[in-house]
C-alpha cells in the first residue's frame, strides 16, 4: 500500500492517534500514540506508545504482530485508519524529541478546541516509550460520512 504526500502530512501532524489490537485470543484492546513518523522510501510508519501507559498494546502487538492506527484531526475530525504488519523496536534519542514534539503541537490543537489542559495531560506521555512500525497494507477513509469506510491510496 503507497499513500501520497498529503496522506504523509497528515498522519505526521497534530492528530490523535488510536490504536487498535487485540491479543492472541482475539480480545481486543485500544491505546493511544504519542508521535508518528513516515518511513520515506518505504509503505512504512513508525508511532510511538507509552508502554507505561498502554502496556497491552505494546504486549498485543509483539504477540500477533498486527495493529490498526487511527489518526482523526481534532478540529473537524477528519480520520484515516492505517493497517498492517506491526513490529516493535527501542526507542533512541531522535524518538523522545519526536515525541515531545507531537505532544506539544496536539497540545495546541486540542487546547484550540477547548479541551483543557488537565484532560490532555492524561492521555500524552514518553513514558517506557516503545516504537511500533507498521508496514502498511490499508488505508481508509474513518471520517463520519458517505465515504466512511473507502479505502485510498495506491497499490502497491
Known amino acids: 500500500m503507497r499513500f501520497d504526500e498529503e496522506i504523509a502530512e497528515f498522519i505526521a501532524g497534530p492528530v490523535m492517534m488510536v490504536i487498535g489490537t487485540c491479543d492472541g485470543a482475539n480480545q481486543p484492546d485500544v491505546g ?25 498494546t505494546v504486549a498485543n502487538i509483539r504477540e500477533t504482530g498486527e495493529a490498526a492506527f487511527t489518526f482523526v484531526r481534532p478540529s473537524d475530525y477528519r480520520s484515516l485508519q492505517l493497517k498492517g ?8 534519542a531522535d524518538d523522545l524529541a519526536l515525541c515531545e514534539r507531537y505532544i506539544a503541537g496536539v497540545t495546541t490543537a486540542l ?9 490532555i495531560d492524561v492521555w500524552l506521555t514518553n513514558r517506557e516509550l516503545a516504537i511500533a512500525r507498521l508496514d502498511v497494507r ?3 477513509i474513518k471520517t463520519p460520512g ?11
Not at 518511513?39 to 501507559?53: F, K, N
Not at 504488519?85 to 533512541?92: H, I, K, M, Q, V
Not at 458517505?146 to 502497491?156: D, F, I
Open 85 to 92: 504488519a506491526a513490529s516493535l523496536r527501542e526507542p533512541t
Open 111 to 119: 487546547a484550540e478546541q477547548g479541551v483543557p489542559s488537565s484532560m
Open 32 to 56: 493511544r500514540g504519542v508521535g508518528c513518523r513516515v518511513l520515506l522510501g518505504t509503505e512504512a510508519i513508525e508511532v510511538l506508545i507509552s508502554g507505561w501507559q498502554w502496556p497491552d
Open 146 to 156: 458517505s465515504s466512511a469506510g473507502s479505502l485510498v491510496g495506491a497499490q502497491a
Open 138 to 140: 490499508a488505508v481508509s
